[in-house]
C-alpha cells in the first residue's frame, strides 16, 4: 500500500465520524478540566499529607 493509497483511506474514514457539536463538546471539556483539577487537588493534598507525616519522624 503506497501513501497516497493510505490518506485517501484516512479521508474516508474521516468522513464517517461522528463530530461532537459545540454545546457537547464544551460539556465534556469542562468534565475533563473539572476532572483533572480535582486529581491534582487530591494529590496535592495527599502529598502533602505524607510530607508533614514524614517531617514528623526525621526532624
Known amino acids: ?6 490518506f485517501k483511506n484516512v479521508s474516508r474514514e474521516m468522513k464517517k465520524v461522528s463530530w461532537p457539536g459545540g454545546r457537547e463538546l464544551y460539556r465534556y471539556t ?3 478540566v473539572t476532572t ?4 491534582a487537588i ?3 493534598i495527599v502529598d502533602l499529607g505524607i510530607t508533614q507525616i514524614l517531617n514528623l519522624f526525621f526532624e
Open 36 to 39: 483533572v483539577a480535582f486529581v
Open 30 to 32: 469542562l468534565t475533563v
Open 1 to 6: 500500500m503506497n501513501l497516497i493509497t493510505f
Open 42 to 44: 487530591y494529590f496535592g
